[in-house]
């Protein structure tokens, strides 16, 4: 039906559509020729693509080859040679050729028939179908009468060439042009209107469509219900096919498609089974929505009742690639990669979403080698390349599992097929590197980047935040901000985490304002965030006001990223206390909570707590959990009870490498270095660097030369010597075992040296007697730009003081604050108090003790004592003995021996045998010492 343009000249179309007038800019389109043709833009970027190749279901067909569908004029034909000209046409448009249609074209233009309508629409959609969407443009505008059908050809050729704002265009020019439209027109038009997202252009053409009285065009009608759930209107797209006359399968598939469209795949099952109450029998779209809303809910019984209903129905999985591709997805996402592959293996073609949809599924369930196999597999059917989506498929697994060199051959891969430009790849590239610890390689990326999305920006703002590098995080951040003027949460999210020490505690503070502008303030992600950030910058009292606003809405997410910043930054009491406010306010704890609190417990020796935590993980079966096992095995481990520990390992049935490295920490921790080799002889996983350096630790206890060499070589082979705790630890190892060259060796060939290694170097140079090259290497260290750390000082005011440089190590120690901002600690008060000991300087000692700004701990009126008795000062010993006494009742035996050998030094014998009394009486007993020899070490 055709209705002709003075029923609808009274409708602003135009303003409605907002179509562009002449004057404005244009976009320019290739011919074949390399010419350019013009059109007026509806918008500028409406001819890219969107990738959606991981949703298994067929589009709407209306948008394409709609054209083939419409009534076509009846024309006479006047002569035979006139009648073979179209049949020539015709069968050029059932297979497309630039070259045939190019001949074809050129006789028409010989015989001088191109005026002829029905010649020239299809010769402008042969163009169109052929790939050169330029020539149909330009004979769209060489023929001076259209007719509706011509206009609707026109549409149709933007529409398959996904110009949907040049269709709009055309609409509305062919509107102004009063050529009249038909139903077909609308439909045409319509279908554009979703990948432009313009729902009030198409609420314009729902009213025009009324006006016109064509609502009982059943294409029509599911051209609108398509529109309105892809517009995100899923409201009106039931209602539009609620109040369908007459509904058909397509009706059915396209308010089914939409709801798994609008994020309610509850929905789509129900309307899935009305349509199988309504009689009408599914075909496999209709199979494949149902497959995919149950993949969504993640729901397997529903799928496989629909599988069941499929293969009843003749949709055999081998044959019907879009049902089979939702049933790799679904079976891929349910855990079920057995079955998964089986319908994969099943398949009689495959197309590119078949691979993607089972290298996604292998990726999904972290079959890494699975993964790569049918990837490798795909690239040798030779049938069907990796595309787009196989890379940013590929991409997050490497980056999540650190597989720097399969990234960068996947990398490669993309270079070579011309992909590097495709925005989404260079994005997913970016986070591949930066996860990699990479930052360069991100970098140069970011910089060539011809165009950036706000993805871009936030990948790099959270790359740099992740990998330490927050004044860089800080100023793309502030370059972002005078980039664009919309942001999104990722953006809060990836500059946050930058903010992670005092000195960003301003810049933190004008986050929050600025997330509170944004309107995040009811996000619980944001709050959450924002708390850990103040965590992380010292502000724990905003944090926790924070926390107390919430209270109403606040869950276990918000509990648990207080208590983990609470932990990360060494508050272990306020996390302690935060745990048990979260009990009183009766919010359930989960795997995060408890891996947190155990590891609080552990740090501050709570041996009870601890215990009563690892009972609740057992009642409320998260003591499964391989991470709350580890945090146990750690716990136990720092408390000292290695037994509980290594129960907790063998009651494990499902051990990862951290299991086996908390495991050997916990031995080497509790000195007990032959246990923690033999754990490392029977490991069942391939060390990584947490391990090597576990057992060098263990070699330096044992003094195991020949076991560390051993390791030693196996850190070069795997090139883990380069890890800075590691060639820390191996000076340790050569340092104590005799090897002091060695380990300088070790340190002078290390491409970047690390503060650990520095320390290192100057305790190894201390524990040698060799004190001016301990002062040497701390003045190298400083020149070379690395701060030293309270470790640091440790070493070198211990080499002091064992080697008599008493007054270098009090100018080390009173200018540690103002010249190289370290805070001096309990260590540093020992190593004072023992240097003035060791020296004979007692009273000098004491009185610094006494001058302490602090409580002095128990260990500095220990190195005072052990002084005393090593110069037989009896008079101060006895009253350092007592004071230790009182501070630690149940922690004396070392205190009670050093005050009996000072009495049998004085010859005050009736006092020691008093003292001795009290020992016995006490039950006290000091640990054994020992000697360890190596037979045949070299």
């Given amino acids: 039906m055709c209705l002709s343009t003075q029923s609808v000249r009274k409708i602003p179309i135009a303003a409605f559509l907002g179509r562009a007038s002449s004057t404005q800019h244009r976009i320019s389109y290739p011919n074949a020729n390399g010419t350019s043709q013009h059109l007026l833009p509806f918008q500028s970027h409406s001819c890219n693509s969107n990738h959606k190749h991981f949703l298994p279901i067929k589009p709407f067909s209306t948008a394409f080859h709609l054209f083939d569908k419409m009534l076509h004029r009846e024309q006479t034909l006047e002569n035979t040679r006139f009648c073979d000209v179209l049949d020539l046409v015709k069968l050029s448009a059932m297979k497309p050729n630039i070259m045939t249609v190019k001949t ?36 769209f505008g060489e023929i001076l009468y259209k007719d509706v059908i011509f206009w609707n050809a026109m549409m149709t050729a933007c529409v398959e060439n996904r110009c949907f704002g040049a269709a709009l265009d055309f609409f509305v020019e062919m509107m102004e042009g009063r ?10 038009a319509i279908s554009a209107l979703p990948n432009t997202n313009r729902l009030i252009q198409g609420r314009v053409l729902h009213s025009l469509s009324v006006k016109a009285g064509m609502l009982l065009d059943s294409f029509l009608c599911n051209a609108l219900v398509d529109m309105y759930a892809k517009c995100g209107d899923l409201r009106s797209s039931e209602h539009m096919f609620e109040g369908m006359h007459c509904r058909d399968l397509v009706s059915w598939n396209s308010v089914i498609r939409g709801c798994l469209y609008n994020k309610s795949p509850e929905k789509s099952l129900l309307y899935f089974k009305n349509m199988a109450f309504c009689g009408k029998q599914a075909d496999d779209v209709s199979l494949s929505c149902a497959i995919a809303a149950s993949t969504c809910l993640g729901e397997l019984g529903i799928g496989q009742v629909i599988h069941g209903l499929g293969i009843k129905l003749g949709y055999e999985e081998g044959s019907h690639i879009s049902f089979a591709n939702s049933l790799i997805s679904l079976y891929s996402q349910c855990g079920d990669i057995e079955a998964a592959e089986t319908v994969f293996r099943g398949m009689v073609h495959k197309d590119v979403i078949s691979w993607n949809s089972m290298i996604n599924g292998f990726a999904s369930n972290g079959m890494i080698f699975e993964t790569f196999d049918v990837l490798h597999e795909m690239q040798l059917a030779g049938s069907i390349q990796p595309d787009t989506v196989t890379v940013v498929t590929l991409l997050p ?4 599992l650190i597989l720097l060199r399969e990234g960068r051959s996947v990398h490669g891969f993309a270079v070579r097929r011309s992909m590097d430009s495709d925005l989404l790849v260079v994005n997913s590239l970016m986070d591949m590197y930066l996860k990699c610890n990479k930052v360069n390689a991100a970098e140069n990326l970011f910089n060539v980047m011809p165009d950036r999305d706000l993805v871009s920006w936030n990948t790099v703002i959270s790359g740099y935040s992740q990998n330490g590098l927050s004044r860089e995080a800080q100023t793309l951040f502030k370059e972002l901000l005078s980039w664009c003027s919309h942001w999104s949460l990722s953006t809060l999210l990836a500059i946050l985490p930058s903010c992670g020490s005092p000195e ?17 303030s009811n996000n619980m992600l944001a709050i959450n965030s924002v708390m850990f950030m103040y965590i992380n910058c010292g502000d724990l009292k905003a944090s926790l006001s924070l926390l107390s606003r919430i209270s109403a809405v606040e869950d276990t997410a918000c509990w648990n990223a207080v208590i983990t910043g609470c932990t990360q930054n060494g508050h272990f009491w306020k996390a302690f206390e935060t745990f048990n406010l979260m009990r009183k306010s009766h919010v359930g704890h989960d795997t995060i909570t408890l891996v947190n609190v155990i590891s609080t417990c552990g740090n501050l020796e709570l041996a009870v707590e601890g215990k009563l935590l690892h009972g609740l993980s057992c009642k ?52 007990d270095g032959k246990r923690a080799l033999e754990m490392f002889c029977i490991l069942d996983f391939e060390p990584n660097e947490i391990t090597i350096s576990s057992v060098l630790s263990a070699c330096t206890q044992l003094g195991l030369l020949r076991y560390g060499k051993q390791v030693h070589a196996y850190a070069f082979r795997f090139g883990f010597q380069r890890n800075s705790f590691i060639s820390a630890a191996l000076v340790d190892m050569y340092s104590n075992c005799g090897r002091l060259l060695i380990a300088f060796q070790i340190f002078q060939n290390l ?14 140079f201390g524990f040698h007697n060799n004190g001016e090259k301990a002062i040497e290497v701390f003045n190298q260290m400083i020149e070379s730009g690395t701060s030293p750390t309270k470790s640091t000082f440790i070493n070198l005011l211990s080499t002091c003081s064992h080697l008599g440089l008493v007054d270098e190590g009090q100018w080390y120690y009173h200018h540690m604050l103002d010249e190289f901002g370290v805070e001096p600690i309990t260590e540093h008060h020992i190593c004072m108090v023992d240097m003035l000991g060791r020296s004979g300087r007692l009273d000098e000692a004491y009185e610094f003790i006494k001058k302490m700004s602090i409580r002095p701990e128990p260990g500095v009126w220990g190195a005072l004592l052990s002084a005393c008795n090593y110069h037989g000062d009896l008079e101060i010993g006895r009253e350092v003995a007592e004071i230790l006494f009182r501070l630690e009742p149940y922690n004396v035996v070392g205190y009670y021996v050093s005050l009996f050998n000072m009495y049998v030094a004085a010859g005050r014998w009736s006092d020691a045998a008093e003292l001795r009394r009290i020992i016995q009486d006490k039950r006290l007993k000091k640990p054994a010492g020992y000697s360890l020899i190596d037979v045949g070490c070299g």
């Fill in 179 to 188: 050529s009249g439209f038909d139903s077909g027109t609308l439909v045409i």
């Fill in 751 to 764: 491409p970047e040296k690390s503060v650990a290694a520095w320390n290192s170097m100057i305790s190894a």
């Fill in 620 to 671: 409320t079966l998260e003591g499964t959990d391989i991470r709350v096992q580890n945090a146990l095995i750690t716990m136990y481990g720092r408390l000292g009870e290695i037994e509980s520990a290594k129960s907790v390992f063998g009651l494990s049935s499902n051990h990862n490498l951290c299991s086996w490295n908390c495991m050997i920490s916990a031995f080497s921790q509790n000195k």
């Fill in 397 to 400: 697994l490497c980056a999540e």
């Fill in 104 to 139: 074809v074209h050129s006789l028409v233009l010989r015989i001088g028939v191109l005026s002829h309508l029905a010649t020239s629409t299809s010769l402008l959609i042969t163009y169109s179908r052929a790939g050169d969407f330029g020539s149909s443009v330009s004979l």
């Fill in 504 to 520: 960003s505690f301003k810049f933190g503070k004008s986050i929050h304002c600025w997330h509170l502008k944004l309107g995040f």
